[in-house]
T-cell receptor, first 111, second 116 residues
Framework: QKEVEQDPGPLSVPEGAIVSLNCTYS??????FMWYRQYSRKGPELLMY????GNKEDGRFTAQVDKSSKYISLFIRDSQPSDSATYLC???????????FGSGTRLQVQP | EAQVTQNPRYLITVTGKKLTVTCSQN?????MSWYRQDPGLGLRQIYY???????DKGDVPEGYKVSRKEKRNFPLILESPSPNQTSLYFC???????????????FGPGTRLLVL
């Protein structure tokens, strides 16, 4: 069983929709949580980083962490065609630097 | 411009022919690592380095070697490549901190390797 599970999609939504992307994890040692965005033929780029339960907002993006349920989410408001990419959740255990990634969810925002 | 560069970007080789993928960062970062990305499996860490001459295995180190002789460079070596090493490879770097808190990892553009 993978330590981090993520629905691969693809997820197709119309422009302007609210997008919800999710990951679950099994190891309570994970303490830091990230969302990366990866465009086709590019390396991942960090979108959001949080280390506590609750919500963190940055523009149209909101990251949510529920450590009790071992569940993290990324919400994208007013989605744009430029948001079309693969979104990867990643987590780090306390005192470590190695990232454990989910398999990624491919998102397509239709104009 | 702050960046992580990798070369080559694309490589086709044959089984058993030694190859090296270079990685260089211009941000004076202490921490560097290599990942491979495969469909359905996401990114998995191969090796990492906390600083010059300090390297350690990640989750999938078999068949790979690394070296860190200079702070800016972290080459990935496949001494005898096999078809199951066909993958997309990413190098990443971050500043590193004594507290151990996670900080932003910057990824290179990727190297697509095909082993025949």
């Amino acid at each position: 069983q993978k330590e981090v599970e993520q629905d691969p999609g693809p997820l197709s939504v119309p422009e302007g929709a609210i997008v919800s992307l999710n990951c679950t994890y099994s190891n309570s040692a994970f303490q830091y949580f990230m969302w990366y965005r990866q465009y086709s033929r590019k390396g991942p780029e960090l979108l959001m980083y949080t280390y506590s339960s609750g919500n963190k907002e940055d523009g149209r993006f909101t990251a949510q962490v529920d450590k009790s349920s071992k569940y993290i989410s990324l919400f994208i408001r007013d989605s744009q065609p430029s948001d079309s990419a693969t979104y990867l959740c990643a987590m780090v255990k306390a005192g470590r630097r190695a990232l454990t990634f989910g398999s990624g969810t491919r998102l397509q925002v239709q104009p | 411009e702050a960046q992580v560069t990798q070369n080559p970007r694309y490589l086709i080789t044959v089984t058993g022919k030694k190859l090296t993928v270079t990685c260089s960062q211009n941000m004076n970062h202490e921490y560097m690592s290599w990942y491979r990305q495969d469909p359905g499996l996401g990114l998995r860490q191969i090796y990492y380095s906390m600083n010059v001459e300090v390297t350690d295995k990640g989750d999938v180190p078999e068949g790979y070697k690394v070296s860190r002789k200079e702070k800016r460079n972290f080459p990935l070596i496949l001494e005898s490549p096999s078809p199951n090493q066909t993958s997309l490879y990413f190098c990443a770097s971050s500043q590193g901190s004594a507290s151990g808190d996670q900080e932003t990892q910057y990824f290179g553009p990727g190297t697509r390797l095909l082993v025949l």
